[in-house]
């Protein structure tokens, strides 16, 4: 029985690649929101609200984050005193950065607008992508570190797409590719989604690592506390005047 083992071995493998192979773009999609929780449970989430440990080019920071279900997201990171302050709502977005000498909000640029505005969403652009207009596109299957993801290109309705890599077998989203502007110009920024936990029903990534390989940047979020259906005032994602 011992020579057949190998043959039994790659009759596995075949038969796994073919089951990933087989699924389509609008599959990985469901399963990816089957994932999150379910439509069902994603529908009574009405606001999440995180904070993390935050690493970013050798400093250590604290970060918070509330998402208030189709209305806003809004970031506040603390590094070394500075607050930081990234801010998505229903209209645009708008940030304020002390580190690079900005104490007062200021719009974001358009492009890095449209690359987030799906963030004040519980469960991103996926919930109702159709409705939104975004079109999937199944590009094939790409190893994530020792996984054999399934990648996925979302385009959006104004012709901007973003690169997902999932897990076939648990729909866990695993990497995103998509582009941001960095003092002017457009670049890639990867990030990672791991150590996924619920709370709540809700299932989402308790670590994320971002990466932008044209300037060298990489930033890590540890997260250390989730709170569910918490009431979070509209108010804090208007831009201050």
Known sequence: MKHFKPAILVMVLLFCGAYVSAQTAEEIIAKHIQSLGGIEQLSKVTSVYTESKIEVMGMEGVGKSWTLNGKGNRQDIDIMGNIITTCFNDK???????????????????????????????????????????????????????????????????????????????????????QMDVQGVLSDMEIKYLDYKQTDGYNLPYKMEMYIP???????????????????????????I
Not at 161 to 168: A, E, K, M, V
């Open 92 to 178: 645009g977005g708008w940030s304020i950065n002390p580190m690079t000498g900005s104490t007062t909000a200021e719009d974001m640029p358009e492009a890095q607008y449209k690359s987030g505005k799906e963030q004040i969403f519980v469960g991103g652009l996926f919930v109702n992508y159709t409705e939104k207009g975004y079109k999937p596109e199944l590009i094939g299957n790409e190893a994530v570190d020792s996984l054999n993801t399934v990648k996925v290109k979302m385009t959006s309705p104004d012709g901007n797409s973003t690169l997902y890599y999932f897990d076939p077998l648990t729909g866990n989203l695993i990497k995103s590719i998509s």
């Open 214 to 240: 044209s300037a060298q940047f990489s930033m890590t979020y540890t997260v250390t506390k989730v709170e569910v259906n918490q009431p979070v005032d509209e108010k804090m994602f208007e831009k201050p």
